[in-house]
């Protein structure tokens, strides 16, 4: 019998331990479906966050390494200057990338690093609870914002993407999401782009991915899917922030 | 009987439950089931094949690949006569 559409050959044949309709398992299975689409196995080496993903290498059947959080960057550069050759990409989450390693991500795209980097962003911290993280929407009860969070005393919701679309060592920045199937191809374009960008040699890019976590939003895997759609949206609009590739 | 390009089958262990090849299922095809797997987890299952068209759909947005469209392709074949 023929098979389409089956595991990817760079994804091991395992069980997550993600929740039921978390977005790191679509995220991971794009990532090693552009990876074998590629033809770059062999050669890429990953490097996984602290958070959810922390036991990302369980499931990808290639190199990949642990970082400090959110120290993740600052790896990937060592691994990139030391072994040019490679596909190095940094996986991280929004706790990881957004409120402990801002400083990394930022000077890491500011010194123009041949580095790709995926962006998992649900506005939550999962593995530790669901404190709330700098990307919390406002309005959102987390377990340390209990009233919502308020700008009063949270702030707003921190846009890493703008934030780091003016310095000059950055290349390729876009914002997708898995919330439809048509977002979810559009996500692993977007992944294609980013490693293209990274193996041509031009420089810096993210890839922010809008994933669900129904856990800690006390929402359904469906119903998550649809606040994305809704709301998380509005906040961080899908698209291309800035490409000079 | 609709012309089948192949049918998802759906790794009833490996299934969470979520939820979402139910929602994106244009034929609404697919149901979660009545009974629960070793997880103590509901999983999807084809109720529907006939409705089925293979579109895949439902692999794209699994989260936990799941599910393999497995079957003839209807496309590739005309092609090879």
């Known amino acids: 019998?023929?098979?389409?559409?089956?595991?990817?050959?760079?994804?091991?044949?395992?069980?997550?331990?993600?929740?039921?309709?978390?977005?790191?398992?679509?995220?991971?299975?794009?990532?090693?479906?552009?990876?074998?689409?590629?033809?770059?196995?062999?050669?890429?080496?990953?490097?996984?966050?602290?958070?959810?993903?922390?036991?990302?290498?369980?499931?990808?059947?290639?190199?990949?390494?642990?970082?400090?959080?959110?120290?993740?960057?600052?790896?990937?550069?060592?691994?990139?200057?030391?072994?040019?050759?490679?596909?190095?990409?940094?996986?991280?989450?929004?706790?990881?990338?957004?409120?402990?390693?801002?400083?990394?991500?930022?000077?890491?795209?500011?010194?123009?690093?041949?580095?790709?980097?995926?962006?998992?962003?649900?506005?939550?911290?999962?593995?530790?609870?669901?404190?709330?993280?700098?990307?919390?929407?406002?309005?959102?009860?987390?377990?340390?914002?209990?009233?919502?969070?308020?700008?009063?005393?949270?702030?707003?919701?921190?846009?890493?993407?703008?934030?780091?679309?003016?310095?000059?060592?950055?290349?390729?920045?876009?914002?997708?999401?898995?919330?439809?199937?048509?977002?979810?191809?559009?996500?692993?374009?977007?992944?294609?782009?980013?490693?293209k960008t990274q193996l041509d040699n031009k420089g810096f890019s993210i890839v922010e991915i809008l994933s669900p976590c129904p856990t800690y939003w006390g929402l359904d895997p469906v119903e998550s899917m649809k606040r994305i759609e809704t709301e998380v949206v509005q906040e961080y609009p899908i698209g291309v922030i800035k490409d000079s590739v | 009987m609709a012309k089948q390009k192949g049918k998802p089958d759906i790794s009833i262990e490996r299934c969470k439950g979520c939820g979402l090849c139910v929602e994106v299922c244009p034929k609404k095809a697919l149901e979660m089931s009545e009974k629960i797997n070793d997880r103590g987890l509901k999983y999807a299952v084809l109720t529907a094949p006939d409705k089925c068209n293979g579109c895949g759909l439902c692999v794209i947005m699994c989260p936990d690949c799941a599910i393999e469209i497995v079957g003839e392709d209807e496309g590739k074949e005309k092609g090879k006569s």
Not at chain 1, 14 to 33: D, F, I, N, S, V
Not at chain 1, 82 to 100: C, E, K, M, N, S
């Open chain 1, 1 to 195: 019998m023929a098979k389409r559409f089956t595991r990817p050959e760079s994804m091991k044949d395992k069980a997550t331990h993600y929740c039921p309709g978390c977005g790191h398992g679509l995220a991971h299975r794009l990532l090693c479906e552009v990876i074998d689409e590629m033809g770059c196995r062999e050669t890429t080496v990953a490097i996984a966050p602290v958070g959810c993903a922390v036991l990302a290498y369980d499931y990808w059947d290639f190199d990949t390494m642990e970082a400090p959080h959110g120290r993740t960057p600052a790896v990937a550069t060592g691994v990139k200057r030391v072994l040019p050759d490679r596909l190095v990409f940094t996986y991280q989450g929004d706790g990881d990338l957004a409120a402990i390693g801002t400083a990394e991500i930022i000077h890491a795209g500011n010194r123009g690093e041949n580095l790709s980097v995926i962006f998992v962003n649900n506005g939550v911290y999962g593995m530790t609870g669901g404190q709330m993280a700098p990307t919390t929407l406002l309005g959102q009860r987390t377990a340390t914002s209990q009233f919502t969070r308020r700008s009063a005393t949270e702030g707003f919701p921190l846009k890493i993407l703008e934030m780091m679309k003016d310095l000059k060592g950055v290349s390729y920045l876009e914002r997708t999401s898995v919330h439809s199937p048509k977002e979810v191809l559009n996500t692993k374009r977007a992944i294609a782009k980013s490693f």
